[in-house]
């Protein structure tokens, strides 16, 4: 039976059933070509999908594409689709309308639904997961959270993310924990390399390993499985940091052999900005600390780490539309659009004078984040070219030894979109 709390939010914010038919933020119109969308495409391969621009044509539709200006930069962050920055309007109204009432009466009871759901994605329990605003919150989390004594070792990479390497340092300032550091080559195309260099990196201190499922700078994907086999096998944790591999890789955490995982959700799942989610193994909940403060710091209930205070309660539960719809699309048909998209734009730019491409080729160590530099110029002057004559909006990246501008398409990107951006860079390569 549903409690009275939980009848009130579903009436309220049209979630009863589940179903698209009663979610009205959708206009009727779009929901109906959706459907028809989905129907007529159930049986297609999703290779075959990949390439076809029709499919992909009506999912832009279902986001704000701005017409002026080229996106390229989901490695940054994703937008929503409309029907999500609609709930979280709708949601957002609702709680001004009287905000102690809708939001901790009526909207937290989307709590625990939600809470399902992502569980159900990420192929775990419900009780394995947190719902926060970021992988920054769910990852520094972890790192703070976890008992390590002075000379304990923590294996991680100079290619991580700056605020997980940052939470790293403040521990080995202050505890004198010994950060060893991974040197991953970029681009790497063999993973028997980086699951060596990562395995040589382990020593009978080791306490931990820190794994960038995907990294951010040039889309180059880790073989998380067989790096934590390894540590497994040696007494070793495993923190991923799945911030662009969740809702873009095709996977669940079970298959990670991981102990802990923290990720956005306004990346690849295009949930509401300022949406997070952290995975902690069941029997590891009661061994870390809450970054915030929690009545019972040292319990095995996952909700401890959700004491965040006052926050948008309508981004949470507008994360329910965002899944909904990332479950229409699948994130197989995803992930193979996403590659066939990387695929077209290097291959169309690889072999203009003096362009070099800095991510990997292998398509199990590729994504749709791709870097690029041409000779002789910098980065920076790459991606003003870019937006000042073509209004692309793409990123410089210079970090450590890895200087490239990063393309990253998305689902509402098309091929012609590409077209325009090979035309920039072709351009570029022929300036004197
Ligand atoms: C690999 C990686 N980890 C973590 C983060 C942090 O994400 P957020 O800013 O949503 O906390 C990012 C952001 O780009 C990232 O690329």
């Not at 940052?166 to 028997?192: F, M, S, T, Y």
């Amino acid at each position: 039976m549903l409690s009275q709390n939980r009848r009130s939010f579903f009436r309220q914010t049209g979630l009863l059933l589940g179903g698209w038919s009663l979610t009205n933020w959708i206009d009727p119109m779009t929901q109906s070509r959706l459907n028809d969308l989905f129907h007529q495409y159930k049986e297609v391969a999703e290779e075959d999908i990949a390439t076809d621009e029709s499919f992909w044509r009506e999912i832009r539709e279902a986001y704000t594409v701005n017409p002026g200006l080229l996106n390229l930069n989901s490695g940054g962050v994703s937008p929503s689709a409309e029907i999500v920055q609609n709930a979280l309007d709708r949601y957002n109204r609702m709680s001004n309308e009287g905000p102690s009432y809708y939001m901790w009466r009526v909207l937290d009871q989307g709590r625990e639904p939600l809470r399902e759901k992502l569980a159900a994605l990420a192929g775990c329990s419900k009780e394995e997961i947190a719902i926060n605003r970021n992988a920054t919150e769910a990852i520094n989390t972890i790192i703070f959270g976890l008992n390590l004594q002075k000379g304990d070792e923590v294996v991680l990479s100079k290619m991580d993310y700056p605020n997980m390497i940052h939470a790293w340092k403040q521990r080995e300032k202050r505890d004198g924990i010994k950060l060893v550091w991974v040197d991953i080559p970029i681009p790497c195309n063999n993973a028997d390399e980086l699951v060596a260099l990562f395995s040589n990196a382990f020593s009978n201190k080791t306490k931990i390993v820190h794994l960038t499922h995907v990294i951010n700078w040039n889309g180059q994907v880790l073989p998380v499985r067989r790096i934590a086999d390894i540590a497994k096998a040696r007494n070793i944790e495993v923190l991923v940091d799945a911030a662009h591999s969740f809702g873009q890789l095709e996977y669940k955490i079970s298959e990670l052999n991981c102990d802990y995982l923290g990720t956005s959700l306004h990346k690849w799942m295009c949930g509401p900005l300022g949406s997070g989610m952290l995975f902690i193994r069941k029997e590891k909940i009661s061994g870390i600390w809450p970054l915030l403060s929690a009545d019972k710091p040292e319990s095995d209930d996952i909700r401890k780490f959700e004491n965040l205070g006052t926050r948008s309660f309508p981004t949470e539960q507008a994360i329910h539309v965002a899944l909904d719809f990332h479950n229409r699309i699948g994130t197989n048909r995803k992930r193979a659009r996403l590659l066939f998209l990387r695929n077209y734009w290097i291959n169309r730019v690889q072999d203009f004078n003096g362009v070099n491409i800095l991510s990997p080729s292998n398509p199990e160590l590729s994504c749709a984040l791709g870097g690029v530099i041409v000779e002789g110029k910098t980065p920076q002057q790459l991606e003003s070219f870019l937006l000042d004559k073509h209004k692309i909006h793409t990123v410089a990246i210079e970090w450590e030894s890895l200087k490239c501008v990063r393309i990253t398409p998305n689902v509402f990107t098309l091929t012609s979109d590409l077209d325009r951006l090979v035309n920039g860079i072709k351009a570029f390569s022929e300036q004197k």
